[in-house]
């Protein structure tokens, strides 16, 4: 089906992350994978290409795009590749520049985004603690002022970026005895003393993604690092779910079309019993359902985007594109590595590196579960 919500800008757009894509991210395809993280010479790449700060305004280095459909060209290109490319790169741009460029201060914005546009200075953000992650309203990290700066303990898990980051936003209760109404987000810089990171862990799929602990051990911040209110922390991350969730919504899509594009070309090309595996009728009937799975995902997913352009997403639309391109996602690709027979379970075939790369889109950035609580609880139940 033909999209109708790009405009000319943005295939040009398409066209030079392409480029970025087969001249500087593809040719380490397999070092990153085997180092578990991006290197700083893509991010800074990437940075000179202009892909990083497309959503910050020129006079903090960015190109003031003001367009998310930008975004979304990059993500959906990335994500055609590997899962993770979208993943790393999503967490800086998609889900954390919202928090600085809104909320910082002027200060921290001026130290912090020309570094962010550049990728010299690359971003995560930690939510999630060992004790849980869909829950947040009882996380347990504490800050506590201590005459202008900030005194931070506790410590985060599954932390996208977190092994190499530069910045981390980090969301602590402020206020523990009020729960959700106790909780402010800081800036944390990787060299303040105290902070330390764990092992990257060791996952199932997008191994090209780091993903770490981190550690606050009386990590002390200034008060310029405070981002957006004192005690609003959790009102401020639940505004920006939607553009995390769309933008997980993009990669999940794109990603499971890259896996089925390549599968209809082996199926056209693999043969048993004297004929190309995908003239059996079965086969063609399960391309044509995962085709079909995916064009009507897609229409939900473009829709969801032209509203956010106009700033009309809800939380509650941009929960359905979640769960529902994620589940789609793992349908589809499970059904590649079917018709990829035996090969479709070798890592060395990218088939397989999707279906376990694919596995964790209905885990986190809100678990599925989460986004149907949200969606029921819009019907009044
Ligand atoms: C590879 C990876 C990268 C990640 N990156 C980041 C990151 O960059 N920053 C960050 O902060 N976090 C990150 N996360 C964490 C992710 O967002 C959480 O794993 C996710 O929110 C779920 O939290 P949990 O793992 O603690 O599971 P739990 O909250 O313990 O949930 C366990 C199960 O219980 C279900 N459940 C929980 N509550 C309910 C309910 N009310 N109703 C029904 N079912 C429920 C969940 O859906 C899930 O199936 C990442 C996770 C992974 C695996």
Not at 61 to 90: K, P, T
Not at 250 to 270: D, M, P, S
């Amino acid at each position: 089906m033909r999209r109708t919500v790009f405009e000319t800008d943005h295939e040009l757009f398409r066209e030079s992350v392409k480029e970025f894509i087969e001249r500087t991210l593809l040719p380490l395809d397999e070092d990153i994978r085997s180092e578990r993280m991006l290197r700083r010479e893509v991010w800074l790449e990437a940075g000179k290409q202009g892909f990083l700060g497309m959503q910050v305004p020129e006079e903090y280095g960015g190109q003031g795009a003001g367009d998310f459909r930008f975004n979304a060209v990059i993500g959906e290109e990335l994500a055609r590749v590997a899962a993770a490319y979208n993943s790393i790169v999503a967490i800086h741009t998609d889900i954390c520049a919202p928090y600085l460029l809104e909320l910082a201060t002027e200060d921290a914005r001026r130290r912090w985004l020309p570094g962010f546009c550049t990728g010299e200075l690359v971003t995560a953000i930690g939510m999630t603690e060992p004790g849980g992650g869909s829950d947040l309203a009882a996380l347990t990290t504490t800050a506590v002022r201590d005459g202008d700066a900030w005194v931070i303990n506790g410590s985060k898990t599954f932390i996208t970026n977190g092994g190499h980051a530069d910045l981390i936003i980090v969301a602590a209760k402020t206020d523990p005895a009020k729960g959700a109404k106790g909780i402010t987000l800081f800036g944390v810089e990787a060299d303040m003393p105290g902070f330390s990171r764990g092992t990257r862990l060791d996952k199932v799929g997008q191994p090209e993604a780091d993903t770490s602990e981190l550690f606050f051990e009386n990590v002390r911040v200034p008060g310029s690092h405070v981002i957006g209110e004192l005690n609003r922390g959790f009102i401020h991350m639940m505004e920006r779910l939607p553009q995390e969730r769309l933008s997980c919504a993009i990669a999940n899509v794109a990603h499971a079309r890259g896996v089925l594009e390549e599968t209809i070309e082996y199926v056209k090309e693999r043969k048993a019993f004297g004929q190309p595996i995908g003239a059996f009728q079965h086969n063609k009937f399960l391309v044509a359902e995962l085709i079909t799975k995916l064009d009507v995902a897609q229409a939900f997913v473009d829709q969801c985007l032209a509203a956010h352009v106009t700033g009309d997403l809800d939380s509650v639309d941009a929960s359905k594109a979640k769960w529902w391109t994620s589940d789609v996602q793992n349908q589809v690709i499970d059904g590649c590595v079917q018709l990829f027979g035996g090969y479709g379970y070798m890592r060395e075939y990218r088939v397989a590196r999707a279906w376990m790369d694919a596995r964790v889109t209905r885990i986190w950035a809100g678990s599925n579960e989460i986004m149907k609580e949200i969606i029921g609880r819009s019907a009044g139940l």
